[in-house]
């Protein structure tokens, strides 16, 4: 078998480039893990739509327009997206104490992503409903 001899310096090249390739779709499966692990079960990006449609909100209006989920759940969901940056949490001085939560700028950014998944769940509504 005729083995095709290439110069050492382009073999080199093609192991960088493939390296390269490599390690750049290594960086992006991590960054969609880092994503899911931020997003993923059933009520963070709920949480984040209500709170990028309707705007800022006390715990109990939160518990309220998050069909479905209890107290303790709710708190635990806001403390992640607190501790991930994507909301802030406000202690308002009232008596009772109240607090109120909002979207950072930085919880703005996945707009663009929930809106794209509200598209696909509306698109995905209506496709489902004309099957029956």
Not at 20 to 34: G, H, T, V, W, Y
Not at 60 to 76: C, F, P, Q, T, W
Not at 114 to 132: A, C, E, F, P
Request: with cysteine; hydrophobic share 40%; aromatic share 4%.
């Amino acid at each position: 078998m005729n083995d095709l001899l290439l110069p050492e310096n382009l073999t080199t090249k093609r192991l960088d480039i493939n390296e390269k390739s490599c390690q750049e779709q290594n960086r992006k499966i991590l960054a969609a893990r880092d994503v899911m692990e931020i997003l993923s079960g059933k009520w963070k990006i709920q949480i984040l739509a209500v709170l990028m449609y309707k705007g800022n909100m006390r715990f109990m209006d939160l518990l309220r327009n998050v069909h479905g989920i209890g107290a303790k759940m709710l708190s635990k969901e806001l403390h992640d997206l607190e501790i991930n940056q994507l909301l802030t949490r406000t202690v308002l001085p009232t008596k009772p104490i109240t607090v109120d939560y909002a979207i950072t700028p930085y919880g703005k950014t996945l707009r663009p992503v929930i809106n794209t998944l509200v598209s696909w769940g509306l698109t995905h509504r209506k496709t489902i409903m004309q099957q029956d």
